[in-house]
C-alpha cells in the first residue's frame, strides 16, 4: 500500500512534465495541423540556456527565467524560419522539418557542450516527506505540480479570457474571417508557437533534474512520453492533453514501480499503441471522426 | 537479331539483373583498388542501402513513415549475432553459415515488420511517425530487461569466418565485409526494383495517392500498407545482419534512435521514391560525415572542441540538408539530376505517356 502511495505522488509528478510537454504538442496541432517532432529538441535546447546562465550567475531563478524567455524565442524562430513555409503542406514534409530541426539541434547542442551527461540542479529539495514510514513527495515534486497548474492557468487566462486569446483562437478556427476582420493571422500563429516552446521549456527545466541529466539526447524520452500523453487526451484540447499527460505518468509510474524501471518506455509504447487503436480520438473525446 | 535484344531489354528483370551484374563488377574492381579504410566505409554504405532501400519503398513509394528503423535493424542484427554465435559455438564453417544467418534475421525481421505493420495500418502521418519514434526509442530496453540473452548494453559479438583462402591470404577482412555489405545492398536493390516495377509496385503508389480510390479499385488499403511495411523490415533486417557484420557486434548504442533519423534524412536528401536517390542519400550520410570528420581533424583545434565538433558536425549538415531539401527541393538529390539530366543531349527513351487523361473542361 505504501508503495503505491509513492507510486501515486510520482506518477503524478511525472504526469505534471508529460501534461506540459503534451500541451505543447497540442496547442500547435490543434492551429496548425502540425505535430512538431523538435518540441522536445527545443527544450532540450533552452535547458543548456538555462545551465550556462545558472553558471554565470550563481542563481537558478536567473536560469530557470532565461529557459522560459528562451523558449518563446525559439518557438517563434523555428515558426518564422522554417515551419511558416511548408504551412500547408503534406504532414509527412512537416514531420520531416520536425526532425530536421531536431536533428540540427542536438547536433548544435553537441558541438557546443559535447555529449556528456551535465548534473543539473532541482529548485527545492528532493527528499521526500514521510509518513509513518510511507513515502510521500518532495518540495521538487510540490514544485512541479504546481508551476505546470501555473502554466495552464496562465494559459487558460490567456486564451480565454484576453482580447489577444479570442484573436488568436479566430486566427486558428478561422484564418480567413479573422483576416477580413483585420487580426494580424501570421503574427498570432507565431505566438501561439512561442508559447508552446515556453510549456516546453518548463517541462525540461523539471524533469531533466529528475536523475535524468541534461545531455543532447535527453529529451528524446520524454517527448515520446508527452506525445503519448498528447494521445490519450486524444491531441485536440489542451485540458485533454493535461489529463492525458497525468494519466499517462501515472500509468507509467505503476508500470515501472512494479514491473521495472527499464521498461518506462516500452509500457509507453505499449499505451500509445493500445489507445492508437482501440480509441484513436483520445480517452475522453467525444468526436467520431476519423483522423489516426 | 535487334528485335530479340530490343525485346530482352524492353524485359525488365532482365534490365535490372544486367544493371545489378554490371554494378557488382564495378564493384569487385572498385574495392580491390581503394585502401582498407574505403572498404571499410563501403561496407556501411552497403548495409546502409539495404534500410534506405527498404524506407524508400515504405515512406517514398507506400506514404508511410518511420521514425524507428533503426529498431526493425536491430532485429536483424540480434538475429544474425545470435545465429552467428550458435554457428560458432558448435564450431560450423562454410561459406553457406553468414548467408544463412542473415535469412534468419529477414526472416525474424520480416515478421516483426508484419506485426508492427497491422498497427502501423491503422495510423497516418503524425500519428504513425510518433508511434515508430516511441518504437524506436522503447526497443532498446529490451536489451537490458533480457540482458541474459541479449547482454545489455554491451551487446553481442558477432563472430564471422574469415575471407575464403581462394581469395588468397592477404585478403583484408574489410574488403570481405564490403563485399559482404555490398552484395546484400545489390540483393536488395534488385529485388525492390523488380517490385517497384511490378504490380505491386503500382498497388504501393496507388494507395500512396489516393487511399480511397484505391478501395475503389478493388485494392484492400490495410493489406497492401502492411505487405509495404513487412518488406521494409525485411530490407532493414538484412541492413541490421549485415550492419552488425560490419561492426562485429550488435549493441543498443549501435542502432540507436540517431541512426534511424540519419537513415531518414539519407532518403530525403537523396530523394524520396526514387532507390537511386537512396543510394545518392547513404553514400552522402557515409562519405559526407568522413569527409567533415577529417576537415574538423586538420583545423588544429583543442582536443576537447575537435572532438565535439568531429562528432556533431555530419548531424548539424544533414539537419539543415533536411529541412533545405523539405522547403526547397523535396525530391532530393536525384531529382536534381533529372532535371541536370534534362539539358544533356543524350539519347532519351519516348516520353511516357501522360499519367492522367487531360482534365476535362470544368
Not at chain 1, 246 to 258: D, H, M, N, P, W
Request: positive net charge.
Amino acid at each position: 500500500m505504501s508503495r503505491f502511495v509513492f507510486l501515486t505522488f510520482n506518477g503524478l509528478s511525472f504526469g505534471a512534465v508529460y501534461a506540459a510537454v503534451a500541451l505543447a504538442l497540442v496547442l500547435i496541432w490543434r492551429t496548425t495541423r502540425i505535430l512538431n517532432f523538435a518540441q522536445g529538441a527545443m527544450a532540450m535546447a533552452t535547458s543548456y540556456v538555462a545551465l550556462t546562465v545558472t553558471q554565470h550567475t550563481h542563481s537558478y531563478w536567473l536560469g530557470f527565467a532565461a529557459a522560459l524567455v528562451a523558449g518563446f524565442f525559439i518557438g517563434g524562430i523555428v515558426e518564422r524560419v522554417a515551419f511558416r513555409r511548408a504551412e500547408h503542406a503534406p504532414h509527412l514534409n512537416t514531420i520531416v522539418i520536425g526532425v530536421g530541426l531536431l536533428i540540427l539541434m542536438q547536433a548544435i547542442a553537441g558541438m557546443l557542450y559535447g555529449q556528456a551527461n551535465r548534473d543539473f540542479p532541482p529548485a527545492f529539495s528532493t527528499t521526500t516527506y514521510k509518513a509513518g514510514g510511507t513515502a510521500l513527495f518532495s518540495n521538487e515534486d510540490i514544485f512541479t505540480v504546481l508551476s505546470v497548474l501555473g502554466l495552464m492557468a496562465v494559459l487558460g487566462v490567456l486564451l480565454t479570457k484576453t482580447p489577444t486569446g479570442l484573436r488568436m483562437r479566430a486566427s486558428a478556427f478561422a484564418p480567413e474571417v479573422a483576416r477580413l476582420l483585420g487580426v494580424r493571422v501570421a503574427r498570432l500563429l507565431t505566438l501561439g508557437w512561442a508559447l508552446a516552446a515556453v510549456a516546453g521549456a518548463l517541462a525540461g527545466m523539471l524533469v531533466i533534474p529528475t536523475g535524468l541529466g541534461l545531455y543532447p539526447g535527453a529529451m528524446d524520452g520524454v517527448f515520446v512520453l508527452g506525445f503519448t500523453g498528447a494521445v490519450v487526451g486524444g491531441l485536440e484540447s489542451p485540458v485533454g492533453a493535461v489529463i492525458g499527460g497525468v494519466l499517462t505518468g501515472l500509468a507509467l509510474s505503476y508500470a515501472s514501480g512494479y514491473i521495472g524501471s527499464d521498461i518506462t518506455q516500452l509500457a509507453a509504447l505499449v499505451l500509445l499503441v493500445a489507445v492508437l487503436l482501440v480509441r484513436p480520438n483520445g480517452l475522453i473525446s467525444r468526436s467520431a471522426a476519423r483522423r489516426v | 537479331m535487334n528485335a530479340a535484344v530490343g525485346a530482352l531489354w524492353r524485359s525488365t528483370l532482365f534490365r535490372h539483373l544486367l544493371l545489378t551484374l554490371v554494378g557488382a563488377a564495378l564493384l569487385v574492381l572498385l574495392t580491390q583498388q581503394v585502401s582498407t579504410f574505403h572498404d571499410y566505409e563501403l561496407a556501411e554504405v552497403g548495409a546502409f542501402v539495404c534500410v534506405t532501400a527498404g524506407l524508400t519503398v515504405l515512406t517514398g513509394l507506400n506514404g508511410q513513415i518511420s521514425l524507428g528503423h533503426a529498431a526493425l535493424m536491430a532485429v536483424g542484427g540480434y538475429t544474425v549475432a545470435l545465429l552467428q554465435q550458435q554457428f560458432s559455438d558448435q564450431g560450423t564453417t562454410g561459406i553457406w553459415v553468414l548467408p544463412l544467418s542473415l535469412v534468419g534475421g529477414v526472416v525474424v525481421t520480416g515478421a516483426t515488420g508484419a506485426a508492427v505493420g497491422v498497427a502501423a495500418a491503422r495510423l497516418r502521418g503524425p500519428y504513425l511517425a510518433g508511434a515508430t519514434l516511441a518504437l524506436g526509442v522503447a526497443l532498446p530496453s529490451l536489451t537490458s530487461r533480457f540482458s541474459g540473452t541479449f547482454k545489455g548494453d554491451q551487446g553481442l559479438s558477432v563472430p564471422f569466418d574469415p575471407p575464403p583462402s581462394q581469395l588468397g591470404d592477404t585478403f583484408p577482412v574489410e574488403r570481405w565485409q564490403a563485399w559482404i555489405a555490398l552484395s546484400a545492398a545489390l540483393c536488395v536493390l534488385f529485388l525492390l526494383a523488380n517490385l517497384n516495377r511490378s504490380a505491386i509496385g503500382r498497388h504501393f503508389r496507388a494507395v500512396r495517392d489516393d487511399e480511397i480510390a484505391a478501395q475503389l479499385a478493388g485494392l484492400s488499403v490495410a493489406r497492401t500498407q502492411v505487405l509495404a511495411f513487412t518488406v521494409s523490415a525485411a530490407a532493414a533486417g538484412l541492413g541490421g545482419g549485415v550492419y552488425a557484420v560490419y561492426l562485429q557486434t550488435a549493441s543498443p548504442g549501435s542502432f540507436s534512435l540517431a541512426l534511424s533519423l540519419t537513415l531518414l534524412s539519407a532518403v530525403v536528401i537523396g530523394g524520396l521514391g526514387s532507390l537511386t536517390g537512396a543510394v545518392w542519400g547513404s553514400l552522402i550520410v557515409v562519405f559526407l560525415g568522413s569527409v567533415l570528420q577529417s576537415w574538423v581533424d586538420k583545423l588544429g583545434l583543442s582536443p576537447t572542441s575537435a572532438q565535439k565538433l568531429h562528432d556533431n558536425l555530419p548531424n548539424a549538415v544533414y539537419g539543415l540538408l533536411l529541412i533545405v531539401a523539405m522547403l526547397a527541393v523535396p525530391g532530393g538529390i536525384q531529382s536534381v539530376l533529372r532535371r541536370l539530366a534534362r539539358f544533356l543531349p543524350l539519347p532519351r527513351r519516348s516520353a511516357p505517356p501522360p499519367r492522367s487523361p487531360a482534365p476535362a473542361a470544368q
